[in-house]
Nanobody, 123 residues
Framework: QLQLVESGGGVVQPGGSLRLSCATS????????IAWFRQAPGKEREGVLCMTGSGEITNYADSVKGRFTISRDNAKPIVYLQMDNLKPEDTAVYYC????????????????WGRGTQVTVSS
C-alpha cells in the first residue's frame, strides 16, 4: 500500500529554516513524480516543487525560488523540502503527493497524498 507521511513542520521566526520530510512506502521513487504542495488558510492549494524519478525538478511557485529546494534519499526513501529564509506568507499546511509518471505537469492530478504538516512563520 502506497503511503506518504509528512513531518518536520513547526513554528519558526521569519528568516528561519525548516526541513520537511516525506517518508514514502509501498512504491519505488524511481517511477514516481513526488511534489510538495501547500495550502494557506482561506487560499487554494498551490504547488511548490516537484521532482521526477529521474531527478528533474520543477518549481511551481515563483515566490519560493532561491529559498526552497527539493531533494530525496532513495535509500530511506524520503523526499525533503528544505525551506530557508522563511516568510510569514509561507505559513500553510504542506503536503507531499506522488503519482506514477515521469513528469511534473499540474495538468495531471497527483493520485496519492499525505495528511500534511503545519508550518507557521511568525515572530
Amino acid at each position: 500500500q502506497l503511503q506518504l507521511v509528512e513531518s518536520g513542520g513547526g513554528v519558526v521566526q521569519p528568516g528561519g529554516s525548516l526541513r520537511l520530510s516525506c517518508a514514502t512506502s509501498g512504491f519505488t521513487l524511481d517511477n514516481y513524480a513526488i511534489a510538495w504542495f501547500r495550502q494557506a488558510p482561506g487560499k487554494e492549494r498551490e504547488g511548490v516543487l516537484c521532482m521526477t524519478g529521474s531527478g528533474e525538478i520543477t518549481n511551481y511557485a515563483d515566490s519560493v525560488k532561491g529559498r526552497f529546494t527539493i531533494s530525496r534519499d532513495n535509500a530511506k526513501p524520503i523526499v525533503y523540502l528544505q525551506m530557508d529564509n522563511l516568510k510569514p506568507e509561507d505559513t500553510a499546511v504542506y503536503y507531499c503527493a506522488a503519482d506514477w509518471r515521469a513528469h511534473c505537469s499540474l495538468y495531471v492530478a497527483f493520485d496519492y497524498w499525505g495528511r500534511g504538516t503545519q508550518v507557521t512563520v511568525s515572530s
